[in-house]
């Protein structure tokens, strides 16, 4: 018989700077930390909405367009961050922390990049992503149209603005 594992103060997430930040010291409202190595990394967990990153138009755009393996689901967190996870393998930790009732959600991801950095790499890789699916949509126009919209597109400009914005909703958020 196997021994349930037990989560408690002690269960630590080995960071990819070869630090370690313990389960305890987590909670929903994280979305960066000052690590010991001096970095500040991002922290993502799975019952953060895409809209962290993503415009909720977008979004849509999204889930009409891409094929997500798993069919239940629809084009979340999980998957964003499962495309950063094959992009940056060395980069970014996931752990299970369901088993973890204090903190609230399934599954965390950890980055060696800031929120702000992992921002710009989640837009980046999602152009990609509609830059294929446009690619394979056999239509000249939308094509033209959409790699027409792409060169106005300004990605750190994007995060910029989105960040600004979602700040000031978010006031309630913001330490005071
Ligand atoms: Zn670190």
């Given amino acids: 018989m196997s021994?349930?594992?037990?989560?408690?103060?002690?269960?630590?997430?080995?960071l990819p700077c070869g630090e370690s930040i313990g389960l305890s010291e987590l909670d929903m409202g994280m979305r960066e930390f000052d690590c010991a190595c001096g970095s500040t990394h991002a922290l993502v967990m799975d019952v953060h909405p895409p809209a962290r990153f993503l415009p909720e138009f977008l979004v849509d755009v999204l889930r009409e367009t891409v094929e997500t393996t798993?069919?239940?689901?629809?084009?979340?967190?999980?998957?964003?961050?499962?495309?950063?996870?094959e992009e940056f393998p060395d980069a970014v930790v996931a752990e299970d922390v369901s088993e973890d009732g204090d903190i609230g959600c399934g599954l965390v991801w950890i980055t060696d990049f800031d929120a702000r950095r992992l921002h710009e790499i989640v837009v980046e890789l999602i152009v990609d992503l509609m830059e294929h699916a446009v690619s394979h949509a056999n239509d000249e126009d939308t094509i033209t149209e959409f790699e027409a919209e792409m060169r106005e597109f300004d990605v750190s400009e994007f995060?910029?603005?989105?960040r600004?914005?979602?700040?000031?909703?978010?006031?309630?958020?913001?330490a005071v």
């Avoid at 995060?159 to 989105?162: E, I, L, P, S």
């Fill in 3 to 14: 021994t349930p594992r037990v989560p408690g103060a002690g269960d630590r997430i080995e």
């Fill in 70 to 85: 798993d069919e239940a689901e629809e084009l979340g967190t999980v998957h964003l961050m499962g495309i950063v996870l």
């Fill in 159 to 162: 995060v910029d603005v989105y």
């Fill in 164 to 174: 600004a914005e979602r700040d000031l909703e978010g006031e309630h958020d913001t």
